[in-house]
């Protein structure tokens, strides 16, 4: 049986700190929260959204790797990290609405976005949302439809208590503002896994490249993927001597959710011809 408890703690817990987490740490006024944000690399900029209970420092190593070609602004969302917490809801759309007033406050009038997990469908709300903002997304292990959660994810959200997060207190209150907010905002990241929502019509929709990376071992069904992909015109027949859709799918092999985000050397060879446009050349390619 699949143990909330240990996967909780697989996000929580999941990198090294790879990323700079002091020399460019700066914050900004974001509905009534102080967003702690890092700044790194030179280049075209990219915003990257952590996952649930995740921080700067738990993406990892992509985190540098983006720096090297791209100006990096990592965030972090309300109550994780080094944000604090308000009294609102945690929601998809109120944290795509932060990232957007976070765009304006540091200046970004447009920019490619990376997320992971909770920060693939944040990602996915601002494409929705404020679509002029974004050039391209790569949404790693996103859900755009509440049933596209695999079965056996869907069978354990009735275990998900906060007393299972409890042995994660500690870590959490060493970067928090307010030490003593844990329990109320585990109450808040427990009701986002319990929100019901589907944004297919607003994805049909979409303009902005999508580039949905996926595991085949993932929390979302591969059928769910694959249909994020058609709904934003991908999955069509090449060579037929047109260009091929924007948006593409990437499917990794045997790999789970959390292992998703470990794999950067893959990750960086699939984000970078995409965020260029570049397409494998084939036989009728001219």
């Known amino acids: 049986m699949f143990r909330i408890a240990t996967f909780a703690a697989a996000l929580i817990m999941a990198a090294p700190a790879y990323a700079q987490s002091e020399a460019a740490g700066a914050y900004a006024d974001v509905n009534g929260m102080r967003m ?14 952590p996952g649930a209970h995740m921080n700067i420092i738990t993406m990892g190593k992509i985190i ?4 090297e070609k791209h100006t990096v602004y990592a965030l972090e969302f ?6 604090n917490d308000i009294d609102r809801p945690i929601t998809y759309e109120n944290m795509a609405d932060d990232v957007a007033l976070f765009m304006d406050e540091v200046g970004l009038e447009k920019a490619d976005v990376f997320g992971y997990s909770m920060g693939a469908g944040v990602g996915l709300q601002l494409a929705i949302r404020y679509p002029d903002k974004l050039d391209h997304l790569v949404a790693a292990s996103v859900l755009y439809a509440h049933d596209g959660l695999h079965p056996t994810y869907l069978e354990t959200l009735p275990q998900m208590t906060p007393e299972l997060f409890a042995p994660f207190e500690e870590q959490w209150q060493a970067l928090a503002p307010d030490p ?13 896994e319990h929100e019901t929502f589907d944004w297919t019509e607003g ?3 979409l303009d902005v490249p999508v580039l ?19 709904l934003l015109g ?12 924007e948006s593409r799918l ?20 699939l984000i970078e011809p995409f965020l260029n446009g570049e397409t494998p050349k084939g036989f009728f390619d001219q």
Not at 36 to 49: F, N
Not at 64 to 67: I, K
Not at 78 to 83: A, L, V
Not at 234 to 245: A, F
């Open 78 to 83: 309300q109550g994780h990290g080094r944000t």
């Open 250 to 269: 990437a499917v990794l092999p045997a790999t789970s959710h959390t292992a998703i985000i470990t794999q950067t050397d893959l990750l960086m060879s």
């Open 180 to 192: 003593e907010g844990y329990a109320a905002f585990i109450d808040r990241m427990i009701a986002l």
């Open 212 to 230: 949905v990376i996926t595991g085949d071992a993932d929390t979302t069904t591969l059928e769910h993927s694959v249909e994020l992909l058609q």
């Open 64 to 67: 540098p790797l983006l720096a």
């Open 36 to 49: 702690y944000y890092e700044v790194s690399g030179q280049g075209d900029p990219i915003v990257v959204l």
């Open 203 to 205: 994805v049909a929709t």
């Open 234 to 245: 991908g999955g069509v027949m090449g060579d037929m001597g047109v260009p091929l859709p």
